[in-house]
């Protein structure tokens, strides 16, 4: 069973920036899909990036240019750079992890965008 242990959210001023975190228990990063998604009160989760096995790498467009996605296989751990932070972006953000047919979460961290 892989756990994702996230890290890094928290309360930040409009135009801040927070790195999140994913750390995995296991080498499963560099073979699939990863991926950050958020759900904000009364919003479904959405994706926010992602990369692909292949490396490629892909933004929704409310953050591309301000969120970037990486990964250090070495130490099973998945990253989201968050710069330009805007109050819209205040949600629980989510790692999460596609295995074949499995699919595994992190707990969530909460970001709070506010003056």
């Known amino acids: 069973q892989v756990q994702l242990v996230e890290a890094g959210g928290g309360l930040v001023q409009p135009g801040g920036s927070l790195r999140l975190s994913c750390a995995a228990s296991?080498?499963?990063?560099?073979?699939?899909?990863i991926g950050w998604y958020r759900q904000a009160p009364g919003k479904a989760r959405e994706l926010l990036a992602g990369?692909?096995?292949?490396?490629?790498?892909n933004y929704a467009d409310s953050v591309k240019g301000r969120f970037t996605i990486s990964r250090d296989n070495a130490k099973n751990t998945m990253y989201l750079q968050m710069n330009s932070l805007k109050p819209e972006d205040t949600a629980v953000y989510y790692c999460?992890?596609?295995?074949?047919?499995?699919?595994?979460w992190g707990q969530g961290t909460q970001v709070t965008v506010s003056s």
């Open positions: 296991g080498n499963i990063f560099s073979r699939n899909f």
């Open positions: 999460n992890v596609k295995d074949g047919v499995y699919s595994y």
């Open positions: 990369i692909s096995r292949g490396g490629s790498t």
